[in-house]
């Protein structure tokens, strides 16, 4: 669906590149007799135009294109100061390579404008060493850059993309609905599915580090979690025995479903997310009864076992609704669950130094892409500076466009690019060969030459993007200054060495790209929530547990490193021949069950002041150890220490279900590594 929303925008993108292009081309060419500005003025919307990927319609896309355009001046103007030399363009370079290549952790805003500031440092910091031409370049680069802001909002600006707070309001009306009984299985699930960040439009990914995304973040996950867990609680027969009817379970679902409802009218309305302190009490209420109770000669596990998941599912719910008032107004985040809202009373530069630090490591896929892209060019500027290449930034934009975060798909993309670069110089040569200087014929070649380019270059593939590319700099530079036919040579010769640099770095620098890395980062993962459970075991049947929190951090940086790994390698073709590969998202699914599930259990079953007497419970515990019903292992106690029975199941019914998702994980692996 994703896919095909972009591929419809492509035509209505073409028409806003192509106008504003072309409008400041003519102005500053023929209008004000600038041949420097007029380059500046058609490559400005170019590259935040089909070399960018901003996501978004109308004004919203016009506000990412106007913010970027600071950037984009301050870049062409320490490209023009730093061309006085080579090593000194190659040093910029490599800076602003990797800074721009490392700002997709900034959330995907940043990340689609990334590729196209590039271009603005690699124009400028060309040869001539002409600081003088900088008003020039820095008036050509404005106009451009606004000219493509007015027509993304003004021209054909299409149907805004739907938001994530969007999403959340029509899962949390199914939640709604599952709570109170109605919906199939397979519906609930689906609804579900389409919180995963591959079914959002990119640009409404929340994926920033700002306490904004990061709450929405959590509210997406938590209330997928709400959502599976209220699938497999309609299953008919629910987890190996009837389902029995029970006074507690109707009243907590019904307080569920009430606050899923309020949740989801807020969103829809744009008003405040009301505050789940109510569902917290009743969720607290019916636990406090479950343990305080006497236990009867024959305790019902089937009834304690439900109960143990309806209020896993009542905590899920809170959280999702918590986050989202932390979303929505900043709401501070409860002390009694732990750090499991680290994030809501932390300053902002504090979240970005966090989301900063944790990427600044090898494992990082940001950091292996930024290292990747800021050397491939580096090379490429210090290699066509040194053979005083002409028109040597062809070698760079290669790099840039042609790089793919594993080698295979480097070589893929080279192989079909040559292919179309060698067809679209051939068609340039002939043009340039049979037209020669008559630049009023180029003119009015430019802008159906730029429409046909950026509409079927998008949608056909990178051969045609390549040729027609080329095509479309013949016409351009033909109006600029005086050339001939071995111009296409001269393209196709900086694009054949742009992509042998950009293979090298591909083949050195993390070739196997995220296929490699979301198998570390998984395992890494994994690990981190093991280290988890026995402490909070060790909590839940101390005979004086303390009241201080676990150390989930650690586990939420290595969850966002394998949510950044696993979107690569989502991206990435496969590399199985047989299609089948890991469920990786099943293991992102067990660590945020694995957080939630340790935060409940602390939260609701453990004992508020040191631990009381549950004899009754102990007695219960001795009475079940001959026949553990449904996976309940009973555990071994001492005289006169004692854990109450629902304690025990709701360990259970957490342990068993990761137990299981494990399980599933497991048997999805190939017998051969991906």
Known sequence: MIRELARMNVPRRAVQTTAAASGGFYLCLYGFGQPVAALYALFAPVALGPLSSIAGAGRQRAGVILRALPFGLLLVALGTTLAASTWTAVAGMLVVGFLLGFSPIAGPRSAGAAPGLQLFYILACFPPYAPQTLPARLFGAGLGVLLLAACSAVLLPGVPERTYRACLAD??????AAARGRGSVESIRERGDRLRLSKVAPGERPTGPGRKDRALAQAGSATRRLLEGLAELSVPAWRGGASKPDA???????????????????LRAGTSVPSAAPLEAATEGIQDQRIHRAAPQQPDLTVLRKQSAVLELAAAAWVAVTALGIAERGRSAPSAWGDLFYYANLPAHRLWARRVAGNLTRRSVWFQNAARVALGLAAARL????????????????????????????WGAIRRALVGTLSGAAAAGTLLLLLGPHTDVYAALLVPTMLVAFTLG?????????????????????QVA???WRLSEVRLLDVVTGSVIGLLCGLLAWPAGGHREVRRAMAE???????LVPPTVGLLTSPRPSRSS???????????????????YRNEPPVDEDGTSTDWHAVLIVAHQTLQGTHRLLRFDLPAAGVRGHEEGHAAVRRERGAAPDGVRPVPTEPGYGIPLPVLVDLDVWLTSIGRRLDRIA??????PV
């Open 482 to 484: 005086s050339v001939n």
């Open 171 to 176: 899962a949390l009306e199914a939640a709604t």
């Open 667 to 672: 048997a999805s692996i190939p017998t051969r």
């Open 458 to 478: 998008p949608s056909l593939g990178i051969a045609y993007a390549q040729g027609l590319f080329t095509f479309l700099v013949a016409v351009v530079f033909a």
């Open 550 to 568: 676990l150390p989930t951090v650690p586990v939420l940086r290595r969850l966002r490193l394998a949510e950044a790994a696993y979107a690569q």
């Open 383 to 410: 290699v066509a500076g040194s053979l005083d290449l002409a028109h040597g930034f062809w070698v760079l934009l290669a790099v840039l466009t042609l790089g793919r975060t594993t080698v295979g798909a480097t």
């Open 248 to 266: 507690a379970c109707d009243v907590l679902l019904s307080r569920i479903a009430d606050t899923c409802a309020s949740a989801a009218g807020a």
């Open 525 to 531: 993962l994994l690990h981190a929530c093991g280290t």
